[in-house]
């Protein structure tokens, strides 16, 4: 029922967001608590999408970024969705005009929002709903590939810190 409620959430955030480009996102998280890695590992597969951007001034664009963390190990596991919305901002002229470059770009973004995490870890079994800022420094390569660093910092949770960073690999597939 949790991951059908989450399902929902982020399909009716697809069509609230879609309004210039959709990207496929994966990549590696590294938790930073020392609890968690050891209870499951400390390295993970993450993957998501990312919506397009609403333009501003000077190329900042506002956009969503849906990110899925998932683990299981000795007996323990783990479930992360994060939705957040924030402020993309190329450097220099990357993106001018409403249009990127053909080239590389770099840029920073930050987001706030929020972080569903389903987990069990030893005898302690949660669902919390947690609240999540994260801020990205990447690079594009032409129109459709970036990479990028990002770091997401999460409230506790009944002594454990979900808190990693990510380094990830995004595909734009549709832009409109």
């Not at 399902?7 to 930073?32: C, D, E, H, M, R």
């Not at 001034?57 to 000795?74: K, P, Q, Y």
């Not at 995004?170 to 832009?175: L, N, R």
């Amino acid at each position: 029922m949790r991951l059908a409620t989450l399902a929902v959430i982020s399909l009716l955030s697809v069509s609230a967001f879609a309004q210039n480009n959709v990207g496929f996102k994966v990549g590696g998280y590294f938790p930073t608590d020392s609890a968690v890695k050891n209870a499951l590992g400390d390295t993970w597969l993450s993957y998501g999408l990312s919506f397009g951007a609403v333009e501003q001034a000077n190329g900042r664009r506002m956009g969503a970024d849906i990110e899925f963390v998932s683990r299981e190990s000795s007996g323990n596991r783990l479930f992360m969705g994060t939705l957040s919305y924030g402020l993309l901002q190329p450097f220099g002229n990357g993106w001018a005009r409403g249009q990127r470059a053909s080239g590389t770009a770099p840029y920073f973004a930050v987001r706030g929002g929020l972080t569903y995490a389903d987990y069990r870890i030893g005898a302690v079994d949660a669902s919390p709903v947690l609240l999540n800022a994260n801020a990205e420094l990447g690079m594009t390569f032409g129109k459709n590939l970036n990479l990028s660093l990002r770091y997401d910092l999460m409230t506790e949770t009944r002594g454990f810190n979900f808190s990693g960073a990510t380094i990830g690999l995004k595909y734009t597939v549709v832009s409109f």
